[in-house]
């Protein structure tokens, strides 16, 4: 269970998280910024970026209870959520959802650290990651569930940490053409994986399609 588990969310997590395809907007958003502070600001997402996901991971099924949402319905809903982010890597452009609208984005201004707001959320702690987190810690069983639950979970910040802290020398020999191919490859992985969601989801809410 735990290897099949851990490919499965590793995979989603790596997809919808995909430091290589913020690595572009990261560079444009400290394009104004020396070496030096460019890193400063990469520490400051991968920590945010930790926090954030340590909370949605502990605090996710409490949400879901509070607002009195199952957790199979939450499946279909959020399977739906990266079916969207999935179709618009598939055709080359950034969904709102995980990216915010363009008025959003227009209201960051250069005074202000992009750290949180928009790299850490909603780029990379978006509705489609906390859709994956949640979901795969309610599958997690066991003390080796969680296991592989913490080291995919930290095996994708580790990766974001060492691409935004190199940025500036992966970003010279990250062509467009490498990333256009990583973003639609990605795409339709995470396609697969939303609609084994929705399909799983569906069954349950509604036993005859079973």
């Not at 190199?166 to 973003?183: E, K, N």
Request: net charge negative; with cysteine.
């Amino acid at each position: 269970m735990s290897d099949g588990f851990a490919v499965s969310m590793f995979g989603a997590l790596f997809a919808v998280m995909n430091p290589f395809v913020n690595l572009p907007i990261f560079l444009s958003l400290t394009e104004d910024q020396t070496r030096s502070d460019q890193r400063k600001t990469a520490i400051q997402v991968v920590i945010y970026t930790a926090a954030c996901c340590a909370v949605v991971a502990v605090g996710g099924s409490a949400i879901l209870n509070f607002f009195d949402i199952s957790v199979d319905a939450f499946r279909v809903a959020g399977g739906l959520v990266l079916l969207q982010i999935g179709f618009h890597m598939l055709n080359g452009r950034e969904s709102p959802a995980h990216h915010g609208t363009e008025s959003e984005q227009a209201n960051v201004t250069e005074s202000e650290s992009i750290a949180f707001y928009p790299m850490t959320f909603p780029m990379l702690v978006g509705p489609g990651t906390m859709t994956t987190l949640i979901l795969f810690a309610h599958n997690a069983q066991g003390s080796t569930g969680w296991a592989a639950y913490a080291l995919c979970v930290g095996a994708v910040i580790a990766i974001l940490a060492v691409v935004l802290f190199f940025a500036g020398d992966i970003g010279q020999y990250l062509s467009r053409t490498a990333r256009t191919i990583m973003t639609r490859l990605m795409g339709m992985i995470l396609v697969a994986i939303a609609i084994g969601m929705v399909t799983a989801g569906a069954k349950v809410l509604l036993p005859g399609l079973a």
